[in-house]
């Protein structure tokens, strides 16, 4: 099992994406966000799972976080969880509310 250094529940996803009507799950190879900006553009809840080498830092969370946070709407329920897995991906899901 992974080292967790911030780790998300089930209560804590419930409570991001209450309300929303559309979700959609993301990945991407090391800490490249590019793709993922796009996608998650306008979103109203965003949760990301951030895995790293021993090498990680908590920098290097803070930089994923905020690249992907600036992307979605200013109101948007925003929540996060890293782990030291070996290996850097990230895994984000996406949700929207019909407006």
């Known amino acids: 099992m992974a080292n967790e250094l911030v780790q998300l529940d089930g209560s804590d996803l419930s409570a991001t994406f209450k309300g929303t009507t559309k979700i959609s799950a993301l990945t991407a190879e090391g800490f490249d966000t590019s793709k993922i900006s796009k996608s998650v553009k306008g979103a109203d809840a965003l949760a990301m799972w951030i895995s790293g080498d021993k090498s990680m830092v908590l920098d290097d969370c803070k930089a994923v976080v905020e690249t992907l946070a600036s992307c979605v709407d200013k109101k948007a329920n925003v929540v996060w969880?890293?782990?030291?897995?070996?290996?850097?991906?990230?895994?984000?899901?996406?949700?929207?509310?019909t407006r």
């Open 81 to 97: 969880s890293a782990s030291l897995s070996g290996k850097k991906h990230i895994v984000v899901l996406a949700g929207w509310r």
